[in-house]
């Protein structure tokens, strides 16, 4: 039997998700060369929601986009076959840029060594960045995050599920126990 818990809500998601355009605009110096790319999915809405505060907080619009991984993960081959998403990057390309990857959840780091897999095949940016929403620990490759909403340790049987309003109706981040399926 499993267990559920919210680890944060949707206004604990709004402040952290500030709290990491404030920490962007800081280590960037401004947001003239910065590029937020989203990996699908919620990590475009994150992508997204980081670059409307950017532009609230500097008053300049901030070229977002997303990047697919499909290709570039190492697990292809244990599953079903997967549909190729979409690329979709900003007209200026990436290169010289500073690019800050945004996603959900780090856990092992294959997902974003995957990004960046797939980024290189695009351009070659100034500095690639790492914003999450949730670093959930256990990793398997030696990435960190820059940028992190919420350091949430877990135990491997525990899965954690983000749901975002524009996806799922609602803002939270769920931490499941027991058997997480």
Not at 60 to 84: C, E, N
Request: proline residues 6%; charged residues 30%; aromatic residues 2%.
């Amino acid at each position: 039997m499993s267990e559920s818990r919210a680890v944060l809500e949707g206004p604990d998601i709004h402040r952290a998700l500030t709290r990491i355009a404030h920490e962007i605009l800081e280590r960037t110096k401004g947001a003239d060369e910065v590029v937020l790319i989203g990996v699908p999915t919620r990590g475009v809405t994150l992508a997204r929601r980081l670059g409307e505060r950017i532009e609230q907080f500097e008053g300049v619009k901030i070229p977002v986009g997303s990047i697919d991984i499909t290709m570039h993960r190492d697990d292809l081959r244990q599953g079903p076959a997967r549909p190729l998403g979409r690329t979709d990057l900003p007209p200026d390309g990436v290169d010289g840029k500073i690019v800050v990857l945004v996603d959900d959840v780090l856990y092992s780091g294959r997902t974003v060594r995957a990004a960046l897999d797939a980024l290189s095949e695009f351009g070659r940016p100034a500095a690639v960045q790492l914003a999450i929403l949730v670093d959930r620990g256990h990793r398997e490759l030696p990435i960190r995050a820059d940028y992190v909403g919420k350091n949430l340790p877990t135990a491997k049987s525990e899965k954690v599920k983000v749901s975002l309003r524009e996806t799922d109706g609602r803002d939270a981040v769920i931490l499941r126990k027991g058997d997480a399926r």
